[in-house]
T-cell receptor
Framework: GAVVSQHPSRVICKSGTSVKIECRSLDFQATTMFWYRQFPKQSLMLMATSNEGSKATYEQGVEKDKFLINHASLTLSTLTVTSAHPEDSSFYIC????WGSGTEAFFGQGTRLTVV | QQQVKQSPQSLIVQKGGISIINCAYENTAFDYFPWYQQFPGKGPALLIAIRPDVSEKKEGRFTISFNKSAKQFSLHIMDSQPGDSATYFCAASTGTSGSARQLTFGSGTQLTVLP
């Protein structure tokens, strides 16, 4: 099946710094990628939809200026958590659609962010 | 109307038993219903998916049963194994090919299969 690679898998950063998370579709082109946040023992919460070559669409309540999303190519989307605070600590997961099939969404391995 | 309600929240099954997880939805525009398996610290992985034009789909030990009139679908795991212990999410989405296909997730079921 299609592979979505997310990096890094774990990151620890200090409060006030920024962290970038990369999401790559390895064997297909992804016009649309999704970014989720997941708290322990909870479901995935959609943060934003990233569209190649255009601005991301953010879900209600998600701060655009804190969670910067860039989808510069058909295989790469990045999520930058700016001026991170401890409450931003969470598990972030990306998902990409296979442009060819148009059906399935494949998920990355997730990134565990800890802000200290 | 976008919600997908999932139950039970947790499930404990003996090895070799049948695990059953249920989901219900309200939005009749949903036309794609996948199930995902997630292990701790990992992203979700697609298990099996169904479209509303069929009532059942089976892949190995995993079966989806779909009841369009009741707006319900369920996952059955036959001969459950300790390695199946994970969190399972149902999901649903709308849209035709080429659309964003944003997934709406259920709340998840923590399955534990006892050896």
């Amino acid at each position: 099946g299609a592979v979505v690679s997310q990096h890094p898998s774990r990151v620890i950063c200090k409060s006030g710094t920024s962290v970038k998370i990369e999401c790559r579709s390895l064997d297909f082109q992804a016009t649309t990628m999704f970014w989720y946040r997941q708290f322990p023992k909870q479901s995935l919460m959609l943060m934003a939809t990233s569209n190649e070559g255009s601005k991301a669409t953010y879900e209600q309540g998600v701060e655009k200026d804190k969670f910067l999303i860039n989808h510069a190519s058909l295989t790469l989307s990045t999520l930058t958590v700016t001026s991170a605070h401890p409450e931003d600590s969470s598990f972030y997961i990306c998902s990409a659609r296979d442009w060819g099939s148009g059906t399935e969404a494949f998920f990355g391995q997730g990134t565990r962010l800890t802000v200290v | 109307q976008q919600q997908v309600k999932q139950s039970p929240q947790s499930l404990i099954v003996q090895k070799g038993g049948i695990s059953i997880i249920n989901c219900a939805y309200e939005n009749t525009a949903f036309d794609y219903f996948p199930w995902y398996q997630q292990f701790p610290g990992k992203g979700p992985a697609l298990l099996i998916a169904i479209r509303p034009d069929v009532s059942e789909k089976k892949e190995g030990r995993f079966t989806i049963s779909f009841n369009k009139s009741a707006k319900q679908f369920s996952l059955h795991i036959m001969d459950s194994q300790p390695g199946d212990s994970a969190t399972y999410f149902c999901a649903a989405s709308t849209g035709t090919s080429g659309s964003a296909r944003q997934l709406t997730f259920g709340s998840g079921t923590q399955l534990t299969v006892l050896p």
